[in-house]
Structures are given as structure tokens and as C-alpha cells.
């Protein structure tokens, strides 16, 4: 049995070592088969699809920001932030580059313009681009801004925080705050002036994402009818209507308050008066103490009242360097009185307060519904001189840039694969040619043995008979030793064993070494012979001679026909 269960175990051992082998050879098969990493390319037309795979194209491409910001001091004005096309930190392949903001507690902006200047009108507007906080992320963003096509800022040099923009979108920490920005850009039909809506926050947790060090997937669609969803790695994160799901919303009231309209000086808005009628009590003193002393205190027996609990340190002595003109009369340092430590207390005893049964307080009339209550006052509502419905807002400014404007206390955030397009399609495929062959090339090296397992088991079914083979083992061994174990007597119980016939006989007898017993051999030898010829011939008759024979010195043997069974 112990021979078959070793077997059975050195089996499912073994297949788990395969489990674990065949997955560790079919990731260095593809390795091995595996091609160079290949820059991702737009399947069609797109109005920006960046990669950074190439520091040229970058230098040719991107323009690195001159300007200051106004109304700081000079120190910290400029956008003097460091960037740098790199190999992300873990998980990098050769090849594939990225921008790195490498600097922190700076001003930092860099931007691009579009292949063309995108018009919202009938295609959609998407745009999507990775970002990792390789050193996770204290205060600052990694949004992109989308920049509004205006001569006035054409010249990307200037790029700064006063740069009109259309949309700004992307993550965003600092503290406890997570956030995920949508903010676009409001054209007033009436006035022309400007107004930033922010998109309404998810209810989906972010603080992942800035604290893992993987790269993820940001991804906004902004479609014609006037709907928008926000991705992140290619699963939804917030979904809703450019019309309803914005602060301040897009479409200002109808009517409002009349900002020339008053409360009238008789309009009672007291909901509760004091009663009037009523009157306070002849017995209500208003003068009574909340405590008074505790007549009942009595000074704990041991108190010592001409000990005072402080007293100045016997051990303290006055610094050599001290001026009674300039320090005034040195006085030691008072310390805790020793004579105090072992009694309830010293000085002077005081009675402790109670409270004072007489005391109620200033006296305040009931309150009682007011008759001459109008309900609250409120501006009357008049229309809305500055009303206006639009019915399009998707209808944003044209954008003909974007660019990076960040300022961050944490160094090193990657950025990648930024595509600017009108098709969704589009900006899926690169996903699937980018961050999607990344994500499970970061799953892979990330797993664990259980998930390398659970990975093997899905592929090879046959793997679940192993585990109910170890499963089933500990069970079997348990059953068997419990229920099926023989003994080596042929005594069914204890008590009928032999009087005297120990352990230490069973083991003599078997091998023939009574003598270690102390036993006569030519007195026990005919005994033994009968009873052999007994069992040879299946009866056992007990002999009255026999129980005065003794088989071991002080006892005599009971014996018994023996079990044919």
C-alpha cells in the first residue's frame, strides 16, 4: 500500500513540475519566436499619432516651451522642466521609447500641432494616449490639452498656462483627490465669452492608477450627438451627455431670481415665536450656581494639609553664571513633594462641587406657532436676459494642437502613444498594436505560480485528475488506517490475552526466545506442542491441568477455542 501511494504521489508531483516547466518553455519559445518590437501605425488617416520611438521625429516635431507665467515669482516662472525620450523603467522593450517628464516642482510644456485642424462637426472626436507614474505620483497631472485653433497663439514657443484651449483631458492627484478631467470649453452664442465645464466625476476608484507603476490607457470619445464615454484600459469609466452631466451646465436657466426684487420690511418669515402669554414661574431662580460645594466631603484620613504638594529641588543649585541684576533672584526649580507620594494629597483640602438642585437656568418662554407667518421670502423669478439653449454644444472650437502643461512633485511620468483621430476603429487598433501587446506582456511577468497554474489547468483539462488525485490520497490513508489495519494477536480484545502475555512475549514467541523470558523450556514445551496441535486441527478444549500450569512465573493461562473465522 505504501509502495502504491509513494507512486501515486511521485506522479502528481511530477505533473506539477510540468505545469510549471512547460509554462516557463513556452515563454522562452515566445521569446525566442517572438519578433522585434514594432512601432505602432494608424491604419488610416489620423490627425496626430505619436509613438516616441524616435528622438529625431520628436526634435523635428514637438516644440519645447519659452514662456513664463505671470503674476509668480521669477525663480519658478519659467517652464524650465526637463523632458526626455526613454525606455520606460519595468517592462521595456527595445525600441520602445517614450516621453518622460524627468523633472519635478517645475513648469513643464511641450506641444505639437496636428496634421490638420480638427472642425467639430459631423465625425467624432477621439482622443487617447498611455501614461505611467513610474514613481507613483504625491501632486501634479498628466492631462493633455487639446489648443484651440487662434492666430494669436500660433506660435507653440508661448505655450502656457493662458493658452486657450478646447478640451483638457486626463489624470489628475493631488492629496486625496483622484481625478480623471474632462473640461471643454464653452462659446457663448449671445456674448462670445467663455466658459469651462467640467465633466461630472465616476463613481469608479482611481487611486490605482497612480500608485501601480503600470502604464495605463486613457481614451475619450466625444461624439456628434452630443454624448461622450471616458475609457481607461479599454473598459468604461464614465458615460454621459455634454447637455445634462456638466458643471456649470451648458444651457443657463430660463428664468431667474430678480436681482432688484426685496423683502418687504412687515414680511414675518418666523416659522415659531415665543409664547407671548406665557410667564415664568414664582420659583424659578435664574441666579442659582450650576454647583455648589459638597457639604458632605470630608478630607481623606492621611491628608496632609501643612505639606505643600510642590517644593523647590534640594539638589538644584544656582549656575555660576547667573546675574541677580539681569535674572532677577534665582529661585531652584520646584519638584513633586516626596512626603506627598504615598497619602491622598497635600496642601490645602478643598470640597468637591455637586450640582445644584435649585439651578435651571435663564428662564425661556415656549415657542408656539407664529400667526403672522408668510413662509420664506424669495427674489420672484423674472426672465433670464442672458438665456440661450444650445442645442449642439459637441460643436466646440477647432482644434489645431495639443500639448503637455504640467507641473508635478513627482519625476519621471511616461507618457506614449498619443493618436488624435475621427474614427473609433482607428484608435482601437492602436491600442491593440501598442498598450494591449504591453498589458500582457506585464501580465505575464507579473504572474504568480498559482496563476501560471490556473493559465495551464484552463488549457489542459486533464490536469483536474491530478488534483483529485492529491485531493483524494490523504483521505484513502486516513480510511484505511482507521477501518482496515489487522492485528497481529489472535485476540479480539485486550482482555483475552493471556494473563501475563505482554508485548515482550508476542515478540519472544515469534522468535522463539522464551529463555529471555525467564521461562522453563521443558515445563512450557509440551504446552506449546498441544496447543499447536489444536489449532492444526481446529479445537481448543480448556484443560483444567493447564490453569494450574504456569506460563509465565506467578500466572496461569486461560485459553479459549480460537476464532475459525
Not at 162 to 179: A, E, L, N, R
Not at 256 to 281: G, N, T, V, Y
Not at 467 to 495: G, H, N, Q, R, W
Amino acid at each position: 500500500m505504501a509502495r502504491i501511494v509513494a507512486c501515486v504521489v511521485l506522479i502528481c508531483l511530477s505533473a506539477c513540475c510540468s505545469i510549471l516547466n512547460a509554462d516557463e518553455d513556452s515563454s522562452v519559445n515566445e521569446a525566442l519566436q517572438k519578433p522585434a518590437y514594432k512601432s505602432p501605425e494608424p491604419s488610416d488617416f489620423v490627425y496626430l499619432a505619436e509613438h516616441f520611438d524616435s528622438e529625431e521625429r520628436f526634435t523635428n516635431s514637438w516644440v519645447l516651451s519659452e514662456a513664463k507665467k505671470d503674476d509668480i515669482d521669477e525663480d519658478i516662472a519659467k517652464y524650465d522642466g526637463i523632458w526626455s525620450i526613454e525606455e520606460p523603467k519595468k517592462h521595456g522593450e527595445d525600441g520602445d521609447l517614450g516621453l518622460v517628464l524627468k523633472s519635478k516642482a517645475r513648469h513643464a510644456a511641450v506641444s505639437t500641432l496636428l496634421t490638420k485642424p480638427f472642425y467639430f462637426e459631423d465625425k467624432p472626436l477621439v482622443v487617447q494616449y498611455e501614461v505611467n507614474f513610474q514613481e507613483g505620483q504625491e501632486c501634479g497631472g498628466a492631462y493633455l490639452k487639446l489648443l484651440t485653433l487662434d492666430d494669436k497663439y500660433g506660435d507653440l514657443k508661448q505655450f502656457q498656462d493662458k493658452t486657450p484651449y478646447t478640451i483638457m483631458f486626463g489624470p489628475d492627484k493631488c492629496g486625496q483627490d483622484h481625478k480623471l478631467h474632462f473640461i471643454f470649453r464653452h462659446k457663448n452664442p449671445l456674448n462670445g465669452t467663455i466658459t469651462e465645464k467640467h465633466c461630472k466625476k465616476s463613481k469608479d476608484r482611481l487611486e490605482d492608477y497612480f500608485k501601480d507603476k503600470n502604464p495605463h490607457l486613457y481614451t475619450l470619445i466625444v461624439r456628434p450627438d452630443n454624448t461622450y464615454v471616458i475609457k481607461v484600459d479599454n473598459k468604461l469609466h464614465n458615460t454621459g451627455s455634454l447637455l445634462d452631466d456638466f458643471a456649470p451646465p451648458v444651457n443657463p436657466p430660463l428664468e431667474i431670481e430678480d436681482p432688484d426684487d426685496k423683502q418687504p420690511e412687515d414680511w414675518d418669515d418666523r416659522e415659531k415665536i415665543p409664547d407671548p402669554l406665557a410667564e415664568k414661574p414664582d420659583d424659578w431662580d435664574e441666579d442659582a450656581p450650576a454647583q455648589i460645594v459638597d457639604e458632605e466631603d470630608v478630607m481623606p484620613e492621611g491628608w496632609l494639609e501643612d505639606e505643600p504638594p510642590m517644593i523647590p529641588n534640594p539638589d538644584s543649585v544656582k549656575p555660576d553664571d547667573w546675574d541677580v541684576e539681569m535674572d532677577g533672584e534665582w529661585e531652584a526649580p520646584e519638584v513633586p513633594n516626596p512626603k506627598c507620594a504615598d497619602v491622598p494629597g497635600c496642601g490645602p483640602y478643598k470640597q468637591k462641587m455637586k450640582k445644584n438642585p435649585r439651578y435651571k437656568g435663564k428662564w425661556l418662554a415656549p415657542l408656539v406657532n407664529n400667526p403672522n407667518y408668510k413662509g420664506k421670502w424669495k427674489p420672484r423669478l423674472v426672465h433670464n436676459p442672458d438665456y440661450f439653449n444650445d442645442e449642439h454644444p459637441f460643436k466646440m472650437l477647432p482644434i489645431n494642437a495639443i500639448g503637455f502643461e504640467l507641473w508635478s512633485m513627482s519625476p519621471d511620468i511616461y507618457f506614449d502613444n498619443i493618436i488624435i483621430t475621427d474614427d473609433e476603429k482607428i484608435a482601437k487598433k492602436w491600442s491593440d498594436d501598442s498598450f494591449e501587446i504591453r498589458r500582457i506582456k506585464i501580465a505575464k511577468e507579473n504572474s504568480s505560480i498559482w496563476n501560471r497554474i490556473a493559465i495551464f489547468t484552463a488549457d489542459h483539462p486533464w490536469i483536474w485528475a491530478v488534483y483529485i488525485l492529491l485531493t483524494a490520497i490523504p483521505v484513502v490513508l486516513l480510511m484505511y488506517f482507521c477501518c482496515f489495519s489487522e492485528d497481529k494477536t489472535d485476540f479480539k480484545d485486550e482482555d483475552e490475552r493471556p494473563l501475563g502475555m505482554a508485548d515482550d512475549f508476542d515478540e519472544a514467541v515469534e522468535n522463539e526466545n522464551l529463555e529471555s523470558l525467564n521461562i522453563d523450556l521443558a515445563e512450557q514445551k509440551p504446552i506449546i506442542e498441544e496447543i499447536d496441535a489444536e489449532k492444526e486441527t481446529g479445537t481448543e478444549e480448556v484443560i483444567e491441568s493447564d490453569k494450574e500450569t504456569p506460563l509465565i512465573s506467578g500466572e496461569g493461562p486461560r485459553r479459549r477455542k480460537p476464532n475459525k473465522e
